[in-house]
């Protein structure tokens, strides 16, 4: 699946699924570019899960079951986490046969993967980064690029230092969550932070973090100069975002009216991607996607219980039908 450098597809459209556990499967990835996102993510899989999982299936099978890849998501990145750098580095030479590029997630702030000395983790201690790229790069067959955030807490922010340490490791861009590791998701996002980065390196820089609209889109790239915008939650709730971002992009800001989206006409379509191509079927993950596709739409505070309480597709179907 090799293709374009991220420099080329930045060019071409800024806006970026970001990885999301329990949220980027590939029904949600497929809706996200039919909404134009330019790029997508998928989930941060963490390497020890793929190694264990090609010895008892193979290959394919396990490719399959956990990401379940396909060409028309191009340009498609696969996130790996973890800490062991034999194991990170037969991940890559995995998955990378199924993407465009390999993403290190170096930023989760989530306790059991700090505990694993992931994620986040490598923030606190820089030093390691060198004992997991270097092997992850041989490793692989596309270019690799990373996650991080501006730092471990308010008292050691440090990602300028760590993206001239990638740069100089070989790593082809760096998207930035413009929060500490200790902040996890509250207030207080740094954007200047995130323009301090790509003052300080040649690689692309990808800003991340409290990007919610459309107008916001305009400020993050104001305020950051980055290359491109990652988008999580805000498309979590709202794929719509991606196709208001574009347009905002093209128009400007002034006299920029966001339009509101068509919940249920997302919903039905997301619903007939996963009946496509999910190799594996949950009720449950089609009714979280419900639920979130329902947020903040006019009838979605009568509407929630209601979709709690739903045992099937057709049940799901008919609230939207009814209240959207």
């Known amino acids: 699946m090799q293709g374009e450098s991220v ?42 899960s793929i190694v264990a999982l090609e010895k008892e299936l193979g290959e394919k099978e396990a490719v399959q079951k956990l990401v379940t890849p ?16 034999e194991k990170m580095k037969i991940a890559t030479e995995i998955f990378s046969k199924y993407c465009d590029f390999i993403d290190i997630n170096f930023g989760c702030p989530v306790t059991n993967i700090l505990g694993c000395k992931a ?38 922010i440090n990602a300028v230092e760590v993206c001239k340490q990638l740069e100089g490791l070989g790593i082809e861009s760096v998207s930035i969550h413009g929060r500490t590791v200790k902040q996890m998701y509250r207030s207080g996002h740094r954007w200047d ?4 980065c790509k003052e300080a390196v040649q690689i692309p820089i990808v800003a991340n973090g409290n990007v919610t ?86 009838g979605s505070a009568r509407v929630r219980n209601l979709l709690l309480k739903t045992e099937n597709e057709e049940e799901l179907i008919q609230l939207f039908e009814k209240y959207f």
């Not at 590939?26 to 134009?36: D, E, I, T």
């Open 7 to 48: 420099r080329k597809i930045l060019e071409k459209n800024k806006l970026i699924l970001a990885p999301m556990e329990a949220v980027n499967c590939v029904a949600f990835r497929l809706l996200c570019k039919h909404y134009g996102a330019g790029w997508v993510y998928s989930p941060m899989i963490y390497a020890d």
């Open 119 to 156: 994620g986040g983790y490598f923030v606190k201690h820089p030093d390691n980064f060198k004992k997991v790229i270097p092997g992850m790069i041989e490793a692989s067959k596309v270019p690799v690029t990373a996650k991080i955030r501006i730092g471990w807490d308010e008292n050691s």
């Open 70 to 85: 396909l060409k028309e998501e191009s340009p498609f990145s696969i996130q790996i986490g973890g800490s062991n750098p």
């Open 213 to 298: 609209n459309a107008h916001s889109v305009i400020t993050c790239l104001g305020q950051t100069k980055a290359d491109g915008i990652m988008i999580a939650r805000a498309a979590q709730d709202n794929p719509f975002i991606f196709t208001e971002g574009n347009r905002i992009l093209k128009e400007g800001p002034q006299n920029f009216k966001e339009q509101e989206p068509d919940r249920k006409k997302i919903f039905l379509e997301f619903l007939a991607l996963y009946k496509k191509h999910e190799v594996r079927y949950h009720f449950s993950e089609i009714r979280d996607h419900a639920l979130w596709f329902s947020k903040g739409g006019a």
């Open 193 to 196: 932070i995130i323009k301090q």
